[in-house]
């Protein structure tokens, strides 16, 4: 257990151990674990030894802006996976990255610099590369680094997963130009809190904080951060629009139902997240006043559920579709669309198409069929997902070129190319729908989830082989097949499944044969999920296939 707090750092265990060779008892060694993980700087040697060494890589970043950048991540609590996307923006929108002028310039620097930290070891990637986070010991010392020395000496105010109930006295944070109050449980926060330098205020993932009161904004007037999300703050305060700084704000899992009209006052805002909130009302020309706006994320969010014919049409008399048209500098949209009327508004807009990395189409209702040609313009999309969609019997595509014989990835018809940059598909609740084949034109698709599809008898269909040389998974990692009753195939020929490292299959009772053969095992790294008894009646390959995988399967 210190050594896992130590990070498997030679020096910080050496250091530990020194400290510890008098300790004898149980409750000793339990004190010491205990301040590793509150406070390691408070052990005996780790400050005056183990961290100047450890400043090192630190030291060696290439530039300041890397540095700062590092530094902003002690914000995030201990083993907190960060999702890239959401840290990029957020060093955006606090200055870091003002080398580019455009927003695509400043998201690639953002992926060098985290690529640069990792390779410095001072972040630690997910297994999907989607996140990152900082292992304790390296936050530790980032956090020593900004309370001990240089220009951030005493202008970090950090305290996460501490128990609060309410937020420090509002007397420290006059100077402070960062707060991180992150997973705690405070309940409301009261009163004018003095911030003339404040600059980043997280306030994620307490779970009990439902209350900010009006005046509670009003002298914090170079606020570019506040993140919110998964609490359960019901509405915003009107003196929200003393906040004309702010350019990014999460609203994320809160239950908020109401934007504020004073909204219209964050005139530099430029990153507005409101997944997977309780929103069921924007008022109508908020979100077009919102001149500077870059990245909009409205998937899954209550305005879907809410209006009858689909959240993302008209409210009002103007649609928000034409309120998003009409945003200059958006260039990354991820939203929900719930019916087909407004998905076909939304296909005509060449503007957004471009511009979203991220959709979900759900209940539509009355729609028996859905060309995916039509998406020939989303050429930025990462992720899609499809769900209660009841009446959706096919999914029609045009793979081929007038008068073209495919015989590759290279000569598809560039309306299906769209499906390039797909990465992660989710299909859940389709209830009519009898395959899936068109993901064969996804070569870059990674993570496939598809669940509780009655009628869906084959992934990849049997009219697949006309597509060529097309082969479908070739860089898929992950796959999770549920409840799906009549589902007989994946796909009819074995795959190599270059970078598969699960497979979970629940409630897939017809389910008799996968796509493998004694080749596709990944080097052994595959982990195989299900029920023993389904696992019991799977035919193989051959007897080298089963022996392959044999030690890969866990019952569940």
Sequence with gaps: MVAKECCGLPLAIITIGRAMASKVTPQDWKHAIRVLQTCASNFPGMGHRVYPLLKYSYDSLPSKIVQSCFLYCSLFPEDFFIFKVVLIYQWICEGFLDEFDDTDGARNQGFNIISTLVHACLLEESSDNRFVKVHDVVRDMALWITSEMGEMKGKLLVQTSAGLTQAPDFVKWTTIERISLMDNRIEKLTGSPTCPNLSTLLLDLNSDLQMISNGFFQFIPNLRVLSLSNTKIVELPSDISNLVSLQYLDLSGTEIKKLPIEMKNLVQLKTLILCKSKLSSIPQGLISSLLMLQAVGMLNCGLYDQVAEGGIESYGNESLVEELESLKYLTDLSVTIASASVFMRFLSSRKLLTCTHAICLKMFKGSSSLNLSSLEYLKDLGGLKME??????????????????????????????????????????????????????????????????????????????DGGNLSPFTKLKRLELNGLPQLKNVYRNPLPFLYLDRIEVVGCPKLKRLPLNSNSANQGRVVMVGKQEWWNELEWEDEATLTTFLPSFKAI
Aim: proline residues 3%; glycine residues 8%; hydrophobic residues 35%.
């Design 388 to 465: 209660d969609l009841d009446s959706l019997r096919e999914i029609k595509f045009d793979w081929t070129g007038k008068g073209k014989e495919t015989v590759g990835y290279s000569s598809l018809n560039p309306k299906v190319k769209c499906f390039h940059g797909l990465r992660r598909v989710v299909i859940n609740r389709c209830q009519m729908l009898k395959n899936l084949t068109w993901l064969i034109f996804a070569p870059n698709l990674l993570y496939l989830t598809i669940g509780q599809c009655d009628e869906i008898e084959e992934v990849i269909g049997k009219g697949a082989e």
